[in-house]
Structure formats: C-alpha cells, structure tokens
C-alpha cells in the first residue's frame, strides 16, 4: 500500500474514531453494525480498508453520512467537491433487494435506499453504463467463494435478454437469487460456485415461464 493510501486510511479512521465516540463507543457500535471490536480497531486506525457495505453499516450506526466518512464532505455539500476528487466517481443506487446465493429470496415494495460511490473507469472497463446499473445484497453461502454472504453485487439491468453464460441477478417464482448460468437450447442450468453444498438446478422449457432475468452481476466487493 503506498503512503498516500496508509494515510487516507487513518483519516477515515479518524473520522469513524469520532463518530464511533459520539455514537456510544465501540462495543455498542460493533454490535450495532454485526462485527466484532477488533475488526472496528482496525478499521479505527486505518490497519485495513472497510469493504464499502460495512462502511454504510457504520455510517448509519454513527448517525453520520457515508459521503462525510469516506471524505470528509458533508453529504448536503457533496454536490461541490472539487472536480479533480469527483472525476471518477459516480454514484450507483443500491436497492432494499436481498439476492439469495442459495436457495431464494422473496423482495417486497423494491425501492433506492442508498447511492454508493463508483469508480467510473472500472465501469467502462467493465463496459457498465451507471445509468443502467445498481447494487443488490447478496445473502447466502451458494456462491462463495465467488460471492460472499453480505457482500453487494453490482448488477446491470440493461443485460437482462443475453444468453452469454455468467452470473446474473435473477427472479424464480417470486424468489431472487444470484446464480451462474448456463444456457441451453430449452433449459437453464443454475450453477453454484459451492458446488459440494449446492448441486446445479437444471430447468426446462415447462419452467422457464417461472424465470425473469433481472441483470448481469459485473462486480461484488472485487472484481468477478
């Protein structure tokens, strides 16, 4: 890690030192948020980089905006960063939707609760429009180790009609789940990275009806 980085971490973690203190402390926060007090540590002094779901997790714990944690920035004011520190960043909304990397997931009432900063060059490497992308939680152990219980995937809906094989965002029934697929002349094959756990579920002509393609997962906490 260069110094410019080591010390952008121990900013932030200066920061969430603050908000964790007038929030109530560590061992409330860590409850809270599900993680334990020596993960919060070392994210306090900047040993390690928050995943950016734990990042929200604690900014809503603290009361603080995720925008005010990671930079610095009030959230109101963020609209007037600098444009070299705004260049490539683009805010990607993430939905209340919980994907199942098992057996499915029933989603209600679907609805933005967030937008999460975004790299843009990794999302033209990726070939993502961000207009056509959004962040679901995937929940589950199906896909690990590709897709972690808890991690957020990136999912682009505009890759709803492909039949490349890959991992997609998908409705079953009224179940969405993040599976690989693989696709036949008449059948879908729902493939999970566990295998030793999740054997592939193959569905045929007379269940497809059941299945609607929601979007192509691109990325989840790296790249797939």
């Known amino acids: 890690m260069t ?5 952008r971490l121990k900013t932030i973690g200066q920061r969430l030192a603050q908000a964790v203190r007038d929030a109530g402390g560590n061992a409330l926060i860590s409850q809270k948020v599900g993680i334990s007090t020596r993960s919060l540590s070392r994210y306090l002094t900047g040993e390690v980089e928050m995943p950016v779901l734990t990042a929200q997790q604690l900014a809503d714990a603290t009361g603080k905006g995720l925008v005010w944690l990671l930079s610095g920035v009030d959230d109101d004011k963020s609209v007037s960063f600098p444009r070299a520190e705004r ?8 939905l209340n939707v919980e994907a199942s990397a098992g057996s499915g997931t029933q989603n209600h009432d679907i609805h933005i609760v967030d937008r999460l900063p975004f790299s843009l060059t990794l999302l033209k490497q990726l070939g993502v429009n961000p207009e056509h992308a959004h962040f679901i939680l995937a929940r589950g152990d199906s896909m690990w180790p590709t897709i972690a219980d808890g991690a957020i995937a990136l999912v682009d ?3 709803r009609k492909l039949r490349e094989d890959g991992i997609y965002a998908l409705t079953v029934g009224d179940d969405v789940r993040l599976k690989r697929l693989q696709f036949g002349v008449n059948s879908l094959t729902l493939i999970s990275d566990n295998a030793e756990r999740y054997p592939p ?5 007379s269940d497809l009806d059941q299945v609607r393609i929601e979007g192509k997962v691109f990325w989840t906490g790296g790249g797939l």
Do not use: Q
């Open 157 to 159: 809906i505009s890759r």
């Open 201 to 205: 579920e193959v569905l045929t002509a």
């Open 87 to 94: 260049l490539d960043l683009v805010d990607i909304p993430r």
């Open 3 to 7: 110094d410019v980085a080591d010390a």
